[in-house]
């Protein structure tokens, strides 16, 4: 996916500036993605360079987001990822009636961060999902 680099709100824009001069517009790709953030993610700066480029009109994918990054702004992004989950898991003993070792790598762990993340955020925030609507 085509992705926007930068360290400060004028490079990001110089970035996308630079897609469209090549002609990549940015406004009809599935996804865009949104590097450089994953350290800045829960932070104002982070939400201030994620509301500049969703006000381009991008559907961004924010790498690297956890979940305080996704309570910040998480509304403004089509999709995000993270191996929170994992690295928590990795630390932990495995779920009940588990025999691998810990979670770190294990679906049902990782389906259960997912609920606890979706079920964190406020009900304006809640995706659509199939078989349940956004309040």
């Known amino acids: 996916i085509p992705t926007l680099q930068g360290d400060t709100i004028p490079a990001y824009h110089a970035c996308a500036d630079l897609y469209e001069s090549y002609g990549v517009n940015l406004r009809r790709e599935p996804v865009v993605g949104l590097g450089s953030v994953c350290r800045l993610q ?3 700066k982070g939400a201030a360079i994620v509301t500049a480029m ?3 009109g991008y559907r961004l994918h924010g790498f690297g ?3 305080l990054g996704l309570a910040r702004v ?3 992004l089509a999709s995000a990822d993270s ?10 003993p495995p779920l009940p009636g588990h025999t691998h ?3 770190a790598n294990c679906l049902d762990y990782a389906l259960a961060w997912r609920r606890r993340v979706l079920d964190g955020l406020p009900a304006w925030h809640q995706p659509e999902l199939e078989g349940r609507t956004a309040a």
Do not use: I, M, P, V
């Open 65 to 67: 987001f956890k979940t």
């Open 74 to 76: 998480g509304h403004l």
């Open 101 to 103: 070792k810990n979670c």
């Open 54 to 56: 969703a006000a381009r």
């Open 83 to 92: 191996a929170a989950w994992s690295s928590h898991a990795r630390r932990r």
């Open 42 to 44: 829960s932070t104002h």
